[in-house]
T-cell receptor
Framework: AQSVSQHNHHVILSEAASLELGCNYSYGGTVNLFWYVQYPGQHLQLLLKYFSGDPLVKGIKGFEAEFIKSKFSFNLRKPSVQWSDTAEYFCAVSLMDSSYKLIFGSGTRLLVRP | GAVVSQHPSWVICKSGTSVKIECRSLDFQATTMFWYRQFPKQSLMLMATSNEGSKATYEQGVEKDKFLINHASLTLSTLTVTSAHPEDSSFYIC???????????FGSGTRLTVV
């Protein structure tokens, strides 16, 4: 069965620290890849997405992610986090078969200390 | 941009009653809609996928007789929680995918509380 793994469940950083959140998926076919953010008490917001082309994708709020096909990975990065980045981050993979299912990872809760 | 309207945003119902949640794509045709549930501090779990005019496909472990999904038109999908029980209390979110793009647009979610 297809799955999405996020290795870090809780991450605590100080402001200005660099961030990298891991995401791996298991699916042999073509996929599209997404990172979403959910701020406390708010709804999902798309950070960035990868469909094709340059595997290094830039998103909103200074986030970027790199798709490494050989590793089935799509890690999220930010060079310098801010207190306002405190949120839950979800990696998601859509299967480019007839279902177009969008499957979410378990999420990573990020706390940035001022 | 693409907008998905989900109603109600919250609902409280008595145990044993049924609740219907609507999800509408406002400015695009949603060929496929997805229904998720999210428990507190957990991820979104895909419940089912529905394509316009056909029966929904349910994920393993999701009771299709309890969670009735109807996708009668290209702009509307409904989820009915039948004979709701307290353990059905959760946050339900719909997502729509249109013909043209690969993106997914999410509704704002419905918080269901069964008392």
């Amino acid at each position: 069965a297809q799955s999405v793994s996020q290795h870090n469940h809780h991450v605590i950083l100080s402001e200005a620290a660099s961030l990298e959140l891991g995401c791996n998926y298991s699916y042999g076919g073509t996929v599209n890849l997404f990172w979403y953010v959910q701020y406390p008490g708010q709804h999902l917001q798309l950070l960035l997405k990868y469909f094709s082309g340059d595997p290094l994708v830039k998103g909103i709020k200074g986030f970027e992610a790199e798709f490494i096909k050989s590793k089935f990975s799509f890690n999220l990065r930010k060079p310098s986090v801010q207190w306002s980045d405190t949120a839950e981050y979800f990696c998601a993979v859509s299967l480019m078969d007839s279902s177009y299912k969008l499957i979410f990872g378990s999420g990573t809760r990020l706390l940035v200390r001022p | 941009g693409a907008v998905v309207s989900q109603h109600p945003s919250w609902v409280i119902c008595k145990s044993g009653t049924s609740v219907k949640i609507e999800c509408r794509s406002l400015d695009f045709q949603a060929t496929t809609m997805f229904w998720y549930r999210q428990f507190p501090k957990q991820s979104l779990m895909l419940m089912a996928t529905s394509n316009e005019g056909s029966k929904a496909t349910y994920e393993q472990g999701v009771e299709k007789d309890k969670f009735l999904i109807n996708h009668a038109s290209l702009t509307l999908s409904t989820l009915t929680v039948t004979s709701a029980h307290p353990e059905d209390s959760s946050f339900y979110i719909c997502s729509a995918r249109g013909r043209e793009g690969y993106g997914y647009t999410f509704g704002s979610g419905t918080r269901l509380t069964v008392v």
